[in-house]
């Protein structure tokens, strides 16, 4: 069978990107491209489409509901996700099936793929044993997606355990409207040297570069890449991140964020 697909991928450490790319070797004709926050409504052209995305808060980071709510499919496109995460995917992804219900895009499948973690206000990445245990894990994981997709099946979306899901869709619900002003909560250290590399990363523009140093507009979407990708480790955010490791995906490299980040300008 002869199909075309297209990835639309969300990072912010290049987890979702290495995930992409292992499908993109596992399926025929199948290309990646950065999903942006659209303003208006736009078609993508293929046999298949998927969504790739991390678990943000245990939901969907409010660029996958903009991605959802504008896109356009042809009738028959097959559609299926990977929610990337760190072990707690709770119920995102029937979060959005249900989403994607609404605009008549039905989710075939929709698969948790963990891999470390990026969320540095609860600490580092683990160890590299432990690291490579899951990239291990995941390829595996990821070459069985591909070959439901390829075989069009359709399959129940992964979910956490139910009280996972109702305690943590409930912490979701209340701080979603909170997170483009959680930046308040960035600082950067004296190591700074004002290069810049943080406001060009970063795919929402909510940097800017005052004096040298960064300043957020309070349009976050917490994707922590500014942090994460900052050469100097310099940018910290609340008390502990100064003695925790920084993360990004091995195989991923700044040029990736920086075409992701360009992608949105
Ligand atoms: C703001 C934020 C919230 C997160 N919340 C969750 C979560 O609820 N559950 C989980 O398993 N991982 C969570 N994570 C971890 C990421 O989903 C995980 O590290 C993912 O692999 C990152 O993918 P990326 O490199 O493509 O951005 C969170 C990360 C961030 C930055
Ligand atoms: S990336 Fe780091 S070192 Fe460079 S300007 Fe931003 S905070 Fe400073
Ligand atoms: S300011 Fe940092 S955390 Fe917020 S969207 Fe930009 S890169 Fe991501």
Redesign the pocket.
């Known amino acids: 069978m002869h199909m075309k697909t297209r990835l639309s991928i969300y990072t912010g450490t290049g987890n979702s990107l290495w995930v992409a790319r292992q499908l993109v070797a596992a399926l025929p004709s199948t290309r990646v491209e950065f999903m942006r926050y659209p303003k208006k409504s736009f078609r993508v052209e293929a046999d298949a489409v998927g969504i790739i995305f991390p678990v943000h808060i245990w939901g969907l980071p409010a660029r996958v509901i903009q991605f959802v709510n504008h896109l356009k499919v042809k009738p028959g496109t097959y559609l299926f996700a990977v929610a990337v995460n760190a072990g707690q995917p709770a119920a995102t992804l029937v979060q959005l099936k249900r989403l994607m219900a609404v605009h008549h895009l039905p989710l075939s499948l929709g698969y948790s793929v963990v891999l470390p973690s990026n969320y540095i206000p609860w600490g580092g990445p683990g160890p590299l044993a432990a690291q490579r245990q899951l990239f291990s894990k995941a390829r595996g994981r990821i070459k069985e997606i591909a070959g439901q997709v390829v075989r069009g099946e359709h399959h129940k979306v992964d979910r956490g355990p139910l009280w996972q899901n109702i305690l943590f869709s409930g912490i979701y619900k209340l701080s979603f409207r909170h997170v483009r002003a959680m930046d308040k909560k960035f600082w950067?250290d004296d190591?700074?040297?004002?290069?810049?590399?943080?406001?060009k990363v970063c795919p929402a523009a909510n940097?800017k570069?005052r004096a040298?140093?960064?300043s957020w507009l309070h349009h976050c979407e917490q994707c922590l890449a500014?942090l994460q990708?900052?050469?100097?480790e310099?940018?910290q955010y609340g008390g502990k991140t100064p003695r925790y490791e920084r993360y990004h995906h091995p195989e991923v490299h700044l040029r990736d964020m920086l075409d992701q980040a360009k992608a949105n300008r």
Request: hydrophobic share 35%.
């Open positions: 950067v190591k700074c040297n004002s290069c810049g590399i943080c406001a940097i570069l040298g140093r960064p500014c990708w900052c050469p100097q310099a940018i």
